[in-house]
Nanobody, 126 residues
Framework: QVQLVESGGGLVQAGGSLRLSCVAS????????MGWYRQAPGKQRERVAS???????NYADSVKGRFTISRDSAKNTVYLQMNSLKPEDTAVYYC????????????????????WGQGTQVTVSS
């Protein structure tokens, strides 16, 4: 199994900054894409940002220019630096990681995995 542990959420005033971290551990052979999603009350979960193993990044239009995703592959960790926060950024932020496990299938190939973190609350006050 692959476990994800997020940290860094909290309460901040509009215009402030927070940095989220997510560490993956467990039966990991390799990690492909690491990403952050968020879910506000009464809304669907949405993708915020993602980063591939090659370092390519993708951002939601609503956070472009304000948020930066990065990863430390040696530590199986992904970060989300959030600047110029707005009240509409208030949500529970979830880490998502996919890759291949050290558990193999009947052919001997690593099994793919996809895991979610437990979520961390980010609240931006106006």
């Amino acid at each position: 199994q692959v476990q994800l542990v997020e940290s860094g959420g909290g309460l901040v005033q509009a215009g402030g900054s927070l940095r989220l971290s997510c560490v993956a551990s467990g039966t990991i052979f390799s990690i492909n894409t690491m990403g952050w999603y968020r879910q506000a009350p009464g809304k669907q979960r949405e993708r915020v940002a993602s980063i591939t193993s090659g370092g390519s990044t993708n951002y939601a239009d609503s956070v472009k220019g304000r948020f930066t995703i990065s990863r430390d592959s040696a530590k199986n960790t992904v970060y989300l630096q959030m600047n110029s926060l707005k009240p509409e950024d208030t949500a529970v932020y979830y880490c998502n990681v996919d890759g291949y496990s050290t558990v193999v299938d009947f052919t001997g190939r690593p099994r793919p995995f996809g895991s979610w973190g437990q979520g961390t609350q980010v609240t931006v006050s106006s």
